[in-house]
């Protein structure tokens, strides 16, 4: 039960059974909801903690293959701690939100979608289920978004659609350049044969990934788009868009720092600190 792969299990099932429990009541569906938040939190906590007294790093393989034939997973002492935020995150924010959202069983299934889809950005070592899981958080989202029917949040919404657009263009353009130099996917591989990049298309390549990775965590001159649904999303909405959101965005640049050469890490500093202030 304290797999960290029960995180995905436990959000989808309880995404694709929510509709149904909330058909049966209300309070059950809502119940469920705040279950799955409890337990994904508590594997998270248990798991931090044991890595913390030493325990391995989890790797978790699908298909049973090894990689780059399949798509792994790692729960490390660095991701432990950051899916507990996330997810301790999630449900304060949840629970700060229940009697909102519990008037509409989709609210509840897209925040759910958002925290397994954060798990997901910190956890997989895969270049392409990276993308696959922003794009998941992010169009979940944008629907949560857009269930607040006032104009400004609309146009507050309309915005980050754009700008997550053009970074996921972004992100699939340096993917698909990577493999074609890399011939992998998995990210431990490219840091591996990074020499590989050492060239002008290479360049390119994680020129777009940074710049994608970049604009989920909305930085300055970029951000006012950010402020505008921080500023007209609900609370609990706007802190797992803000912190839950910009955690797994941090944690993707975390994982392609490896590629990059100092002066671009120098550069991403001094936007962070401009940004900050």
Not at 2 to 7: A, F, G, K, R
Not at 79 to 99: D, K, P, R
Request: include cysteine.
């Amino acid at each position: 039960m304290l797999d960290p792969l029960n995180i995905y299990i436990f959000s989808l099932g309880s995404a694709f059974l929510l509709s149904l429990f909330y058909r049966l009541h209300r309070n059950v569906g809502t119940f469920v909801f705040l279950a799955t938040l409890v337990g994904v939190t508590a594997i998270s906590g248990l798991g931090f903690l044991k890595l913390v007294g030493g325990g391995p790093a989890i790797d978790i393989l699908t298909a049973g293959l090894e990689p780059p034939l399949s798509i792994n997973l790692r729960f490390g002492l660095q991701e432990a701690f950051l899916s507990l935020a996330v997810n301790l995150l999630g449900l304060l924010g949840g629970w700060y939100l229940l009697a909102r959202l519990r008037e509409n069983v989709q609210a509840l299934i897209l925040f759910l979608m958002i925290v397994m889809g954060i798990n997901g950005m910190v956890m997989t070592r895969d270049l392409f289920n990276l993308f696959v899981f922003i794009e998941i958080t992010a169009i979940a989202t944008y629907a949560l978004i857009a269930m607040e029917r006032d104009r400004q949040t609309l146009i507050a919404g309309f915005k980050y659609v754009m700008a997550g657009g053009l970074a996921s263009a972004f992100f699939l353009i340096g993917t698909i350049l990577v493999y074609h130099l890399a011939g992998t996917l998995n990210i431990d591989g490219m840091i591996a044969t990074r020499t590989v990049l050492d060239n002008p298309l290479g360049a390119t390549a994680l020129v777009f990934l940074v710049a994608a990775v970049i604009i989920e965590l909305k930085p300055f001159p970029a951000n006012g788009w950010g402020l505008d649904v921080y500023q007209t999303a609900p609370c609990g909405i706007g802190a797992i868009i803000s912190a839950g959101v910009a955690t797994g965005a941090l944690a993707a640049l975390y994982k392609l720092l490896p590629l990059l050469q100092i002066d671009g890490l120098s550069a991403m500093v001094c936007i962070g600190v401009v940004t900050f202030l």
